[in-house]
């Protein structure tokens, strides 16, 4: 696995450097939302964009069409990426039952914290707008999650996609549609 540093400017709205993770429980997968976008694009969209129009969104790592893995925010600072302010339809509160039980107390009253204050976050290219991955960016995806579960003492049941946290999001799309393929995946994690 090839890791390129490639760290989004401290902003309130990406990259909060003063605010550190003040515990990492669980390693959160994304899809960047858009089929054929590549890794740097995604650091655009973040270090401009989103900076520009005011739009919290940030994630630790993204692993680009060919497998690099890009780390956009070190591991002990706070990403952007599973906070929602909006009501889980089958839960009927904001976090669903998963992440209530994954992320405690950082789930339970989203106007004080959020699971971002707990989670690493993965972003993950895809081929194409049904979110379909390349064997290279499912390869390291699985890599760079054994890796951060080594790291920081993350067992695997804590790997979860942004779904699982926020009910309503449609993220990663593949795995939203086809649970079963993300639980192929999780068969893959060696520790
Ligand atoms: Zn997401």
Redesign the pocket.
């Known amino acids: 696995m090839r890791i390129v540093d490639k760290f989004l400017s401290e902003s309130d709205y990406t990259h909060p450097g003063g605010r550190k993770l003040a515990e990492k429980r669980a390693v959160i997968l994304?899809?960047v939302g858009k089929g054929g976008q590549k890794a740097l694009d995604v650091w655009e969209y973040f270090e401009h964009d989103c900076r520009a129009g005011k739009i919290y969104a940030s994630a630790h790592y993204c692993i680009d069409l060919d497998g690099t893995v890009y780390r956009f925010i070190p591991d002990d600072d706070v990403a952007y990426?599973?906070g929602s302010s909006q009501i889980d339809p089958k839960s009927k509160k904001i976090y669903t039952d998963w992440a209530r039980k994954v992320f405690g107390k950082y789930a339970e009253y989203p106007e004080r914290t959020s699971p971002n204050n707990a989670a690493l976050g993965i972003?993950m290219c895809a081929l194409d707008d049904e979110g379909n991955f390349s064997p290279e960016t499912l390869h390291a995806a699985a890599e760079l999650t054994v890796h951060l579960c080594k790291t920081h003492q993350i067992p695997i049941e804590r790997v979860g996609t942004?779904n699982l946290v926020v009910g309503w999001?449609d993220?990663?799309r593949l795995w939203t549609r086809k649970p079963e393929l993300f639980e192929e995946f999780k068969r893959g994690l060696r520790l």
């Open positions: 994304h899809w990426h599973c972003e942004h999001k993220c990663p």
